[in-house]
């Protein structure tokens, strides 16, 4: 089933490095969702790189992120996103009236050993499962 993109319900991952927790979250919906959702993810201060922990947890659960590079956040980005989940990243996210926003708080994998990502991924990808429940069920 292809869904045309202007039907695709789209949304947002921003954290301040967009190296852990926002890079997760995207990577966890696009494997679930296929097709079925856009998805962005974004830092308001990215990082050089994703967090190798994180590479790490997520190859640990067949999700490949090796190829991802931390993006800044845009106007655009949010403009153009339905929902916008926000991960840390206090009052720097801008919020733009008619958005659906989700703040989801969850530890900073920054400086973390991959021991310490893995609960971090796997709460992820229950609040990614069940947000995709929600915003574009599986017919």
């Not at 926003?101 to 893995?118: K, T």
Request: net charge negative; with cysteine.
């Amino acid at each position: 089933m292809n869904i045309p993109a202007a039907e695709r319900p789209s949304v947002l991952f921003v954290c301040v490095h967009n190296a852990g927790r926002s890079q997760m979250a995207a990577a966890f919906l696009t494997h679930l969702a296929g097709d079925r959702v856009q998805v962005r993810s974004a830092g308001s201060a990215p990082a050089d790189t994703v967090n190798p922990a994180v590479v790490r947890a997520m190859s640990e659960v067949g999700v490949d992120i090796s190829a991802e590079v931390p993006k800044v956040l845009t106007v655009e980005a949010v403009q153009a996103s339905d929902v916008v989940i926000t991960m840390g990243c206090g009052d720097t996210c801008p919020v733009f009236p008619g958005k659906r926003y989700l703040d989801w708080e969850l530890p900073d994998p920054a400086g973390q050993g991959v021991e310490a990502v893995r609960p971090i991924r796997d709460e992820i990808e229950k609040r990614v499962r069940g947000l995709l429940d929600e915003i574009a069920p599986a017919e």
